[in-house]
């Protein structure tokens, strides 16, 4: 009976520590915005000038996954994320974020600067 008792409490514990993909996804969007305003506001304060920026810059998500199993015990999600800003330079930036499992929270831990306008855009 006693071992019943604890193989009822690890799987409680397994089950409390996991957090629901669609939580996990939704972490993310404001995430993102705050990023985007960051990179705005950046852009704004560095060359003094709004017109080199896109009426509503905005983001694409590229890549979203989540892990399970193994993969899963550090980082439980991946997001690749283009974001556009400038209105007349065809460049953008990708950052890579991460799902840290144990601080329950998105990390970014890459970002770079890539040649080329978004291919989905009209």
């Known amino acids: 009976m006693k071992f019943f008792y604890v193989l009822l409490a690890v ?10 993909t669609e939580r996990i996804e939704n972490k993310l969007t404001p995430y993102l915005q705050e990023d985007l305003k960051f990179m705005v506001a ?3 304060r560095s060359s003094k000038d709004k017109s080199v920026l896109l009426d509503t810059p905005y983001y694409r998500v590229k890549d979203f996954r989540l892990f399970e199993g193994a ?14 800003i400038y209105k007349d330079i065809a460049m953008h930036e ?10 329950r929270g998105w ?11 978004d291919s989905l855009k009209e």
């Open 107 to 117: 990390d970014r831990y890459k970002k770079e600067w890539k040649f080329g306008a």
């Open 11 to 20: 799987a409680a514990l397994i089950v409390g520590c996991s957090e629901p």
């Open 94 to 103: 990708k950052r890579k974020y991460r799902y840290d499992v144990n601080t």
């Open 71 to 84: 993969e899963a015990r550090i980082y439980a999600a991946y997001a690749e994320v283009d974001f556009f």
């Open 42 to 44: 950046e852009t704004i």
